[in-house]
């Protein structure tokens, strides 16, 4: 069975705080996602990864950064968060051109 | 820019009853996929369609890929209250390592 997990379930943090959102992956996937999601909008696409240490724009990438050191490992970095950036994180992972497998999400609300 | 519409947004039916979802594109996919996602959880696959005019079943749950691979359909005969919830499609192409496109989803609710 995929697993996909995520560092946490609910975090809470200031407006200006560096934020980590961290995914792990066991199935050996190339390939890693981060997207948010939001009421009516869908999933966005911030960054994705299709090796250690490449990675790609998405749709969403401003005020995201991320990191891909090892092969099961995908971080998603908010440098400066914002209250605009209040949203559900969704990781996924897959082989390339392949279905997607998602971890639970992080809500994260900054205040 | 969406490339992939679905309808309806919402949909509210009894126990019992059939309903279609629609997913629709101006692009060809190389494939088609549906995820249903619960309230605090992550999409989980249903299914993936990659041939056009493809048909697949899944107990109640028929899915079909369009003739030219721009389009989908999801259909759920005699709904239950445990089909509640968000569906989304997403489409993959090929030839963008691996991305898939992702619809905005259609929240359904059945009610007993």
């Known amino acids: 069975d995929v697993k996909v997990t995520q560092s946490s379930r609910y975090l809470v943090k200031r407006t200006g705080e560096k934020v980590f959102l961290e995914c792990v992956q066991d199935?050996?996937?190339?390939?890693m996602f981060w997207y948010r999601q939001d009421p009516g909008l869908g999933l966005r696409l911030i960054y994705f990864?299709?090796?250690?240490?490449?990675?790609e724009k998405g749709d969403i990438p401003e005020g995201y950064s991320v990191s891909r050191e090892k092969k099961e490992r995908f971080s998603l970095i908010l440098e400066s968060a914002s209250t605009n950036q209040t949203s559900m994180y969704l990781c996924?992972?897959?082989?390339?051109?392949?279905?997607?497998?998602f971890g639970p999400g992080t809500r994260l609300t900054v205040t | 820019t969406q490339l992939l519409e679905q309808s309806p947004q919402f949909l509210s039916i009894q126990e019992g009853e059939n309903l279609t979802v629609y997913c629709n594109s101006s692009?060809?996919?190389?494939?088609l996929q549906w995820y249903r996602q619960e309230p605090g959880e992550g999409p989980v696959l249903l299914v993936t369609?990659?041939?056009?005019?493809e048909v697949k079943k899944l107990k109640r749950l028929t899915f079909q890929f369009g003739d030219a691979r721009k389009d989908s359909s999801l259909h759920i005969t005699a709904a239950q209250p445990g089909d509640t919830g968000l569906y989304l499609c997403?489409?993959?192409?090929?030839?963008?390592?691996?991305?898939?496109?992702f619809g905005r989803g259609t929240q359904l609710t059945v009610w007993p």
């Open positions: 990864s299709y090796d250690v240490k490449m990675k």
């Open positions: 369609v990659v041939t056009g005019g």
């Open positions: 997403a489409g993959g192409s090929g030839s963008t390592l691996g991305r898939l496109y």
């Open positions: 996924a992972s897959s082989f390339p051109r392949r279905e997607q497998y």
């Open positions: 692009s060809v996919f190389s494939s």
């Open positions: 199935m050996d996937h190339e390939n």
